[in-house]
């Protein structure tokens, strides 16, 4: 039997126990170490019985960093492990927003001679972005819509009740960079979908309060030399966050199954 991948987790909330969850039992895959901070550590443990639990990553032993924890996570584990020769694979893309984070990763990865993998999470038609790139985009816009709750402990709560909301509301509109940098926790998507076209300055932005939806719409429009095209996705939430869409978890274990698969798409 082939020795399976040897993942360390970092993070350990409501994607980072999704993902453990679904490798569960998968003979190519097997988290081996979860890295979180002190303070949860006990409950990382209870998630995860059978991995290393600590808040730094363990010196050998780790064929691969999967991050699911955010931009201090980054900083202090996937930027070290980059250098160190150790692929990675990030979640919280919306941390690439910051000026010259994007660099930092990439000249990091380059450093240890490996790879660090940006997931497309809940948004699709990121492989077709990237190809319309190389043709030449003319503009890429988009726009998430997402029940009230899901935008509340974000500036969206400034000025307005979120729970009072009687019809739609733009509560925000502008750049991806802007949007990635107010909305951490809810614009992965917008800087996922920046990155694979015309980046965070030039792709438009727009994020909507809407007490009629139940789900997280993302819709992304683009035109280029290769036409044009519009999609749009209706993504449940996942149940342990609101804020995330369920599909961002799949698209972690699916990227993670990529690379032992014989046969991969």
């Known amino acids: 039997m082939t ?3 040897r993942i360390a987790l970092v993070g350990c909330g409501a994607i980072g126990t999704s993902v453990l969850e679904l490798l569960h039992g998968d003979p190519a895959l097997k988290v081996v170490a979860v890295v979180v901070p002190a303070d949860a550590i006990a409950s990382a443990r209870k998630a995860a019985p059978d991995a290393q639990v600590g808040s730094a990553l363990p010196a050998a032993g780790i064929d691969l960093v999967v991050e699911t924890a955010g931009h201090a ?3 202090q584990h996937v930027l070290p492990a980059l250098a ?7 979640a ?3 941390a690439l927003s910051a000026t010259g984070f994007a660099e930092k990763l990439e000249a990091a990865a380059a450093a240890g001679k490996t790879q660090v993998q940006l997931i497309a999470g809940a948004i699709g038609a990121i492989d077709a972005l990237a190809a319309a790139r190389i043709g030449g985009l003319d503009s890429v816009r988009y726009t998430g819509r997402k029940p009230p709750q899901a935008w509340k402990g974000t500036p969206a709560e400034q000025g307005r009740d979120l729970g009072a909301l009687a019809r739609e509301t733009v509560i925000f509109e502008g750049s991806a960079r802007e949007a990635a940098l107010l909305y951490p926790k809810n614009a992965n998507v917008a800087a996922t979908v920046s990155l694979a ?7 438009m932005v727009r994020l909507i309060a ?13 035109e280029g030399a290769f036409g044009s095209f519009e999609l749009t996705m209706r993504n449940k939430p996942l149940a342990a966050n609101p804020k995330t869409s369920a599909l961002t978890v799949y698209s972690a274990v699916r990227a993670l199954r990529n690379r032992v698969a014989a046969l991969a798409i």
């Open 210 to 222: 809407d007490p009629a939806t139940a789900e997280n719409v993302h819709t992304v429009e683009a």
């Open 84 to 90: 160190r020769g150790t692929p990675c694979v990030v």
């Open 92 to 94: 919280s893309v919306g």
């Open 73 to 75: 996570a980054i900083e």
């Open 3 to 5: 020795t399976p991948t």
């Open 197 to 203: 076209g015309l980046g965070l300055d030039r792709t």
